[in-house]
């Protein structure tokens, strides 16, 4: 038997698998995929340009296992929670489908899909700044939530327009929010808020963002020129008249005229 032979045979054949087994690891373990997706997203970004669409943003690279979250929202008609936010006795009355709630300085309106409106002809008076002064006065008041954060300040005149944002697990939760328009002589508040009740038991990986810029192109109106400000996963729910829901993982798109959300299981408009 020539044994040089049959050595360089084994070697071969040893080549051979390795070579198998490392292709079979970057196909089951998706080593191959991101160089695939990294290319996607070059093209993706090339096509946008070409259409007039600036990315001034950075591009988040995550893609998560995300459930869907159930949502619902608040019974603030209920006695304990009036009383709490208003200052005193309150009167009440019903106009439609409203609860219109009144002391001789506040009004407190609750509609049928859980916003909440509240006015107060008492001015604030902060010995600290805007935002943790408003923190404080919801505090006070019963209104504030776990979550809720200051994503804006924006001052008009002598008026403060601030907007409050929700966080869950560290995704935004849209559309959930308290805006505060605070004023010399009085302050108003809406709160559009969102309670969540648990997440689902699936999880489902997302689809890198990629996928939902490219289906951003087609829902641009005008000559598709835009420039998008900023890229974030999180959370998507559609109020319509439900009481409850799921809200869907989402990649929010905002630029600087609008807010776009694309389902992020699909990358499809979600309206």
């Given at each position: 038997?020539?044994?040089?032979?049959?050595?360089?045979?084994?070697?071969?054949?040893?080549?051979i698998i390795d070579v198998l087994l490392l292709c079979s690891i970057f196909i089951n373990y998706g080593i191959i995929?991101?160089?695939?997706?990294?290319?996607e997203e070059e093209e993706t970004l090339k096509i946008l340009k070409e259409a007039g669409i600036k990315v001034e943003a950075d591009i988040p690279q995550e893609t998560p296992s995300m459930a869907l979250l159930r949502v619902e929202f608040y019974d603030y008609n209920s006695k304990n929670l009036v009383g709490r936010i208003l200052s005193g006795g309150y009167s009440e009355e019903i106009s439609g489908e409203e609860h219109i709630y009144r002391t001789l300085t506040e009004v407190l309106t609750v509609a049928p899909n859980g916003d909440l409106y509240y006015k107060s002809m008492v001015?604030?008076?902060?010995?600290?700044?805007?935002?943790?002064?408003?923190?404080?006065?919801?505090?006070?008041?019963?209104?504030?939530?776990?979550?809720?954060?200051i994503e804006?300040?924006?001052?008009?005149?002598?008026?403060?327009?601030?907007?409050?944002?929700h966080q869950i697990?560290?995704?935004?939760?849209?559309?959930?929010?308290?805006?505060a328009k605070i004023g010399p002589h009085n302050i108003e508040i809406i709160k559009h808020w969102l309670k969540p009740a648990g997440y689902l038991p699936q999880k489902k990986k997302v689809v890198p963002v990629y996928k939902a810029l490219f289906n951003f192109m087609s829902s641009v109106?005008?000559?598709?020129?835009?420039?998008?400000?900023?890229?974030?996963l999180g959370y998507y729910f559609r109020w319509d008249?439900?009481?409850?829901?799921?809200?869907?993982?989402?990649?929010?798109?905002t630029t600087e005229d609008d807010v776009y959300y694309f389902n992020a299981y699909t990358g499809e408009l979600e309206r």
């Open positions: 038997m020539d044994w040089n032979k049959a050595k360089n045979i084994l070697i071969i054949t040893f080549i995929e991101p160089f695939k997706e990294s290319k001015p604030l008076i902060f010995n600290v700044s805007i935002e943790e002064g408003l923190l404080n006065f919801l505090t006070s008041k019963g209104m504030a939530e776990p979550g809720m954060y804006d300040v924006i001052k008009q005149d002598d008026t403060y327009i601030v907007k409050i944002a697990d560290g995704y935004f939760l849209d559309i959930s929010y308290i805006q109106s005008g000559d598709g020129w835009a420039a998008i400000k900023d890229i974030k008249e439900a009481a409850s829901g799921e809200a869907v993982p989402a990649w929010r798109i």
